[in-house]
């Protein structure tokens, strides 16, 4: 199975709600990534999950906090979003954190933030 | 951070023809990578090319690393409908273990 999983697929929320983001993979890969990505714009990184432990956030507003709560599923919990930040959210996994290898991309969940 | 840049933004091309685009980089990289991604879906992996390599083929496409220039070609030869799409160089940093996207070239095959 080299499939990662997301869901759900799209979700549109109001700036009070509180949603998460779901994905998934069962290749045993130990790293695993949140990426957000804009309309035209390159994936930028958000989170890195080692070993189910995060590794880097890079300065994401609180407003995002990721879970691993196991070696195959990664989690992100949106509260109180703000209209910018409606985007496709990637995850992604690899085979190790150690180096970079090919990373496996989920199909996204579109958000939109009313 | 962005840490390659990737020309052109845009390439229109008709079916069967070959399809060039270029990625620059600015640090020292282990490897680079390029990705497709078709419209709003997640991206797809196409090759890996370590610092120590020159060239590498897969099936149409053929990617060629100059580290002296830190730049990087993606040839996809004899080009089909189904190539539309965007294509992401990305580079791992030296000491790092994240990948680091380019802007990317939206690429459009005519039938």
């Known amino acids: 199975d080299t499939e990662v999983t997301q869901t759900p697929k799209h979700l549109v929320m109001g700036m009070t709600n509180k949603k998460s983001l779901k994905c998934e993979q069962h290749?045993?890969?130990?790293?695993m990534y949140w990426y957000k990505q804009k309309a035209k714009k390159p994936p930028e990184l958000m989170f890195v999950?080692?070993?189910?432990?995060?590794?880097i956030n890079e300065s994401v507003p609180s407003r995002f906090s990721p879970e691993c709560p196991n070696s195959s599923l990664l989690n992100l919990h949106l509260h109180a979003l703000q209209p910018e930040d409606s985007a496709l959210y990637l995850c992604?996994?690899?085979?190790?954190?150690?180096?970079?290898?090919?990373?496996?991309f989920g199909p996204g969940t579109r958000l939109t933030v009313l | 951070s962005q840490q390659g840049e990737e020309d052109p933004q845009a390439l229109s091309i008709q079916e069967g023809e070959n399809a060039t685009m270029n990625c620059s980089y600015k640090t020292s990289i282990n490897n680079l990578q390029w990705y497709r991604q078709n419209s709003g879906r997640g991206l797809v992996h196409l090759i890996l090319?370590?610092?120590?390599?020159r060239e590498k083929h897969s099936g149409r496409l053929r990617v060629t690393l100059d580290t002296s220039k830190k730049s990087s070609s993606l040839l996809i030869t004899a080009s089909r409908a189904a190539d539309t799409a965007s294509y992401f160089c990305a580079t791992d940093e030296e000491y790092g273990n994240k990948l680091v996207f380019g802007a990317g070239t939206i690429l459009r095959v005519k039938s």
């Open positions: 090319i370590r610092s120590n390599e």
């Open positions: 992604a996994s690899s085979q190790t954190p150690d180096r970079v290898y090919e990373q496996f």
């Open positions: 999950y080692s070993y189910e432990k995060l590794s």
């Open positions: 290749m045993g890969h130990r790293a």
